[in-house]
Nanobody, 134 residues
Framework: EVQLQASGGGLVQAGGSLRLSCAAS????????IGWFRQAPGKVREGVSC????????YYSDSVKGRFTISSDNAKSTVFLQMNTLKPEDTAVYSC???????????????????????????WGKGTQVTVSS
């Protein structure tokens, strides 16, 4: 059974940092895309970051570029999202999702907010709450 487990959320003051983890099990960690999405009450769902195993490239939405860093540890089948200089507007439930054997440049769709990229994800982890206080 394929599972994604997101963890690492919490309460932090503005300017602080958190590191989210997305641990995968039940599938070989190759030829995949893993994206991080966030959803805040009353706000549009946003794809904030994505990593592609095929080219090792990483992608970010404009709202987090320069502050968030996505990385992977393939040996541990885990993807990380390091979030620095957090702002109150980063408060949301963060979820990770995976698609195996993704179409070309799938990550661009994730960070561009395309519904097709969101709907095309094969697996989802349960979200983790991130709260940034001002």
């Amino acid at each position: 059974e394929v599972q994604l487990q997101a963890s690492g959320g919490g309460l932090v003051q503005a300017g602080g940092s958190l590191r989210l983890s997305c641990a995968a099990s039940g599938f070989t960690f190759d030829d995949y895309v893993i994206g991080w999405f966030r959803q805040a009450p009353g706000k549009v769902r946003e794809g904030v970051s994505c990593i592609s195993s095929s080219d090792g490239n990483t992608y970010y939405s404009d709202s987090v570029k320069g502050r968030f860093t996505i990385s992977s540890d393939n040996a541990k089948s885990t993807v990380f999202l390091q979030m620095n200089t957090l702002k109150p507007e980063d408060t949301a439930v963060y979820s990770c999702a995976a698609v195996r054997h993704p179409p070309y440049q799938y990550c661009l769709g994730v960070v561009d907010g395309r519904d097709s990229a969101y709907n095309g994800m094969d697996y989802w982890g349960k979200g983790t709450q991130v709260t940034v206080s001002s």
